[in-house]
């Protein structure tokens, strides 16, 4: 009783554990009165083996009327669990290729995220290496250009003295 009125959301599982028990212990009435609280239920499992049950009870007390009932409904419940079962069955395999579909296309996601990241890297290091290249020819040219500038400038100073010292030459050869 304690058990009943703690579990009073769902008291079905008590109802058969005392049945069961007292079922064993040849009290057939509260047997027959827990099974008949099992029907309450709502769940088709439990009113499954309440119904079972209480065909086994009637088939000893000889009420195969009574027995016939509870037999005919076991049944009837037997085949809408069976229906239940395979319609569930099937839910759950649906929902395992659905899962295996998305998980398919998540991997082929991440292998297409994976290939264009290694052509990012890719790319950004022939990027840089172009760079790179383009840096150091530039730097070349201008160190090129900055010798040609020197080699000129020294050759126009050289130039210079040259024609300084020629006029040099010709005040002295003039003044000679």
């Known amino acids: 009783n304690t058990s009943i009125n703690t579990h009073t959301k769902n008291p079905a599982n008590i109802y058969a554990i005392l049945g069961a028990i007292y079922q064993t212990q040849g009290d057939m009435d509260s047997a027959t009165y827990c099974f008949k609280q099992m029907l309450e239920s ?3 499992r439990k009113q499954y083996h309440a119904h079972h049950h209480l065909f086994q009870i009637e088939m000893d007390q000889n009420n195969t009327q009574e027995a016939m009932g509870h037999y005919y409904a076991a049944n009837i419940l037997e085949d809408s669990i ?3 079962t395979a319609t569930e069955t099937v839910a759950k395999m649906n929902a395992l290729y ?3 579909c998305a998980e398919q296309a998540n991997i082929q996601l991440q292998l297409t995220k994976e290939k264009q990241t290694r052509s990012i890297w890719v790319l950004s290091f022939f990027i840089l290496l172009l760079l790179g290249i383009g840096t150091t020819i530039y730097q070349h040219m201008q160190k090129k250009h900055q010798t040609a500038l020197s080699k000129e400038k020294i050759l126009h100073i ?6 300084n010292n020629s006029l040099k030459k010709i005040e002295e050869n003039q003044l000679e």
């Open 42 to 44: 709502g769940e088709l």
């Open 82 to 84: 069976k229906r239940i």
């Open 98 to 100: 659905n899962y295996q």
């Open 158 to 163: 050289q130039t210079e003295e040259k024609y």
